[in-house]
């Protein structure tokens, strides 16, 4: 029963490999400037995970093998240094594929989070509140106004709280439901949540940040392909999170503009 077990694992451990090795479930598209660095980060994590599994998984079947089954009168064998040991070489071993892995994704997290948008990125808003998505674009002077959270009310479509009335800022400011950039334009998001936690997600950015109640977030990438892509929320919000999503629309320059000039006509 024992070696069988043994047998056992060994095929699961195997059959579970197949897929990841024959790229059965691939990645969505890439369509970001930093895209590559992330994919490559992620092959890296699957094929370091990958082999301490499946080495972990035949050294565990090889044991059950072999030990499983004592003869009467066998002597008990104990592995060097004790139990000392193995926890020491296991925190060296993990130690050192995390490590590893930190070093070799210094590049891709860099490049999104560590350095600043350029001084001509497009400056975009994004709102999450219990369940959905708001967006709002400077008008022509370049500047938003200020959010007062306790003008925002939603009865009245002002998602944003802008008062229109006393700040000068606010008064060409364009809010939608939808998130339209230009393609080949490095996009600066600045990101608050009005409630909760949330989470911006675009798995063909391969960009993926939460939403901090009470903390103002910065975000910024570059699409390099014209398409309509699902935005969804990642962190579990309320009854209706399964159901909070937006959509973004990377447009060529012209149709970009003629989208915001239409926006603007409808605020």
Known sequence: MA????VTIVLIAIASAIPIVMHTWPLPQDISIHGHLIDEQFADT????GISFLASQLLLAFFIWKFSSPKPGDKIKSFPGGSMGL????????GTE??????????????VYLTAPAADAVQIQA????FAFYFRYPGPDGKFGPIHADQINEANANFFGIDTTHDQDSKDDIVTAEMAIPVNREIHLLMHSKDVGHSFYVPELRVQQDFVPGLDVSLHFTATKVGKYEIVCTQLCGLGHYNMKAYLEVKS?????????????LQ
């Open 3 to 6: 070696k069988l077990f043994a």
């Open 98 to 111: 995390v490590l590893a892995l930190g070093v070799f994704g210094a590049k891709a997290w860099g490049s």
């Open 127 to 130: 709102q999450a509140g219990q």
């Open 46 to 49: 699957m094929a370091e995970a």
């Open 87 to 94: 926890v020491v070489a296991a925190f060296l071993l993990v």
């Open 253 to 265: 320059q012209e149709d970009y503009d003629a989208w915001i000039k239409q926006q603007a006509a």
